[in-house]
């Protein structure tokens, strides 16, 4: 079976030159192979493509016709192929990339600004949710993902950990008392965070000493975000990311507590398939964000 681009070349080659021979010596192949492609074309359109005599060929109507779609259409496929070199080559085209909602918010949209500055010919598509999307199912191509990660076949680069603090507002502390050690939060009203697996247990660190406390609150959100704000308002304690809180610590509108604790700093990688070789555009994020957080 001939294929049809090369038969199309071939044939723009022949009406090009006029002749079978010349065509045929362009493309290293017999004159009979050249006569072959052209009868190929002509059988697909049922018509006479190239009046053929023993000097020369011309042209027919219809044979016109098709050049001209021809010439235009192998323009297309070189055009195509060139314009996928180019993004072999070159960041561009549209990332997908999904991140926990707190350090999404806080710390990578404000970064994409340098990132996209650099690569002008990318544009980002992100996402913010604190659950683990499928990055496979959800056509993500990378995403940042926070806590330990389970055996998913992804490819995943560790970053800086994401440090936790323990904060409430003044209002609260004033009146329900500020904690003196770890296991006076168990009488606190301490908000819970539905992502975590162990949301009732908080683990403090103080030394080489480790502090398990069952915690119990009146509310637990699957929003950093809206766990701030409930402490802002004086709803009680939260162990969320610095990130989230740094900004209202310095400010006075919460107060970190226990402060001689360290509250478990949690992983964060940078993960995409496995199976997907990084394109220039996927490359460079990954690079950028291990400069930036790693």
Known sequence: MLDRFTSMSIFICAADKRSFTEAAEVFGISTTMVGKHVRFLEERVGAKLLNRTTRQQSLTEVGRIYYERCKQLLADAEAADACADEMRISPRGLLKVHAPVSFGSQRLAPALAAYLGQHPEVKVDLTLSDRAADLVEEGYEVAIRIGSL??????????????MWLCAAPAYLSQYGTPAGAQDLAQHNCLGFTYWGK????????????????????????????????????????????????????????????????????PMHIVYPADRRPTPKLKSFIDFVLASFG
């Open 150 to 163: 389970p055996d998913s076949g992804l490819v995943a680069r560790a970053l800086q950990p994401y440090r």
């Open 199 to 266: 949301k009732n247990v908080w683990r403090l660190h103080q030394g080489d000493r480790i502090e398990s406390v069952q915690v119990s609150g009146c509310l637990t959100v699957n929003n950093g975000q809206a766990l701030r704000t409930a402490a802002i308002a004086g709803m009680g304690i939260i162990m969320q990311p610095e990130v989230l809180v740094g900004d209202d610590v310095a400010a006075g509108r919460l107060v970190r507590i226990l402060a001689d604790y360290d509250a478990p700093s949690r």
